[in-house]
């Protein structure tokens, strides 16, 4: 483990003013979004639709990562650069999601464990090769009836711990992603309290397995009322109780905490974004690692015609420059009705 190297890495992944783009959808989920436009699912549309994101005008001025699968490791843009290739040179650094997915936890119905560690030291060394420095694995934790189990929650942190450390043995620096789910009607309470858990309970597992904080990132949900809350929190409810939250289970070595949107509208994640960090006084980088919230409006716009493209990646930046500003606590909700 070159300590270092994962500490430079970190720091260039939540510089100010930036944050991450998550373009790391599996083949099952992007033919989900395609479908939204009515496009097929082919590799090459796959392969256009990334290359429209990468090749945004400006976007590095407001993009400091991007999260890639596999395939779009792999692929390359029309003038043949590799796209890790092209995200370097651009100042943006390439990462790769390397968790094969949530699957059901065998003896506990409604809840999962994320799969992928076989043969993951050997997959991280290629990926390294190709120029991904840093990686995500994505925990997934479901709030219901009786549910999440203690148990669910440690078997997550610990998969997600075993990942962390074969990651930074490899100088790849870990996203450490364990999403509590917004879907279902629970409170900002609730969401509060399993939040809490599963955060205890992973750093419990990252301390035993050495991780080594300087050199990773954490990605978590805001701590929200859930989509069908009858009586959901508000904007400045949100940005306090996550504040509380992290600031009760992130130890300050971690250089940074990338939010997932989670099925937030855009608008609405970037604000959440800002008003945590008017807070002030936080002893992380409070950063943004969109999925959904920055890729939903340029795929819109796209709509997969090539005739598009240009005002697509307009959007994109847009929403990206908007999250940049929030990474300072200066985006406003009237910002939105300004042109892309
Ligand atoms: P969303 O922002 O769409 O939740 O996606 C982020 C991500 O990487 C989920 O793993």
């Known amino acids: 483990m070159n300590r270092s190297e994962l500490e430079t890495t970190a720091q260039a992944m939540v510089a100010k003013g930036k944050g991450i783009l998550a373009a790391d959808e599996s083949t099952g989920t992007i033919k989900k979004r395609f479908d939204t436009i009515q496009l097929e699912s082919t590799e090459e549309a796959r392969r256009s639709y990334r290359e429209l994101l990468f090749t945004a005008p400006g976007m590095n001025e407001y993009i400091s990562g991007v999260i890639l ?55 991280l060394a290629e990926y390294y090769q190709l120029g991904a420095r840093f990686a995500k694995w994505r ?20 998969a997600l711990a075993r990942y962390a450390a074969l990651c930074q043995e490899a100088n790849i620096v870990p996203i450490v992603e364990p999403e509590v789910l917004m879907d279902g009607d629970h409170t900002l309470e609730r969401c509060d309290e399993v939040t809490s858990a599963t955060l205890q309970a992973v750093f419990a597992a990252l301390h035993s397995h050495r991780i080594h904080l300087e050199g990773m990132i954490l990605k978590p949900n805001m701590v929200i009322s859930g989509k069908k809350c009858p009586n959901r929190a508000t904007p400045q409810e949100v940005a306090e109780a996550t504040v509380r939250c992290l600031k009760r289970h992130v130890p300050a070595a971690v250089p940074g905490i990338a939010f997932l949107s989670g099925g937030q509208s855009s608008a609405e994640a970037t604000e959440h974004l800002s008003l945590m960090n008017r807070i002030g006084g936080l002893p992380w980088e409070l950063t943004f690692s969109y999925g959904r919230a920055l890729q939903e409006e340029a795929l819109k716009a796209w709509g997969g015609k090539q005739e598009n493209v240009a005002n697509a990646q307009k959007v994109f930046v847009r929403r990206a420059r908007l999250n940049g500003l929030a990474r300072s606590g200066s985006y406003e909700p009237k910002l939105e009705s300004e042109a892309a």
Do not use: W, Y
Request: hydrophobic letters at 35%; glycine letters at 12%.
């Open 139 to 158: 925990a997934v934790i479901d709030i219901g009836q009786d549910i999440p189990s203690r148990f669910a929650i440690e078997a997550n942190a610990h």
């Open 69 to 123: 699968f596999d395939e779009t490791l792999r692929q390359k843009t029309q003038d043949g650069t590799p796209f890790a290739e092209h995200l370097t040179k651009l100042g943006v650094v390439p990462g790769i999601k390397v968790d094969t997915g949530a699957k059901p936890l065998a003896g506990f119905p409604g809840e999962t464990i994320t799969e992928g560690l076989d043969g993951l030291r050997e997959r």
